[in-house]
C-alpha cells in the first residue's frame, strides 16, 4: 500500500505468476460480510480508492483473471486509511 492522496490508498495485486497481467479486485469496509464486498473498476493490478475518513479500516482482496476464467480470490488484507 502507498499513500495516493490525502485520505486516499492504492493497493496492488501481487502476481503469483509473471505472465499474470489481469485482476479482479473487490473492497469492503469494515466489518466484513456476505454483501458489503464491491468490484474494483477495471483489471488493472494497482487501484487507489478513497477518499475515505481518516481512520476507516478497508479489505481488499484479488484473484486473477484470464478470458472470462477467473480464480479464487485471494486472502482479503486490511488497510487503514491515513
Not at 505472465?19 to 460480510?33: E, K, L, N, W, Y
Not at 477518499?51 to 483473471?65: H, I, Q
Request: aromatic residues 8%; glycine residues 8%; charged residues 15%.
Amino acid at each position: 500500500m502507498k499513500r495516493k492522496a490525502r485520505n486516499q490508498v492504492t493497493v496492488s495485486a501481487v502476481p503469483a505468476r509473471p505472465q499474470d497481467r489481469t485482476f479482479a479486485g473487490r473492497m469492503s469496509v469494515d466489518p466484513i460480510t456476505a454483501t458489503s464486498w464491491g468490484s474494483l473498476p477495471g483489471s488493472g493490478r494497482e487501484h487507489t480508492v478513497g477518499p475515505y475518513p481518516s481512520g476507516t479500516l478497508l479489505w481488499f482482496s484479488f484473484a486473477t483473471t484470464r478470458g472470462q476464467l477467473q480464480s479464487a480470490w485471494c486472502t482479503p488484507v486490511a488497510v487503514t486509511v491515513p
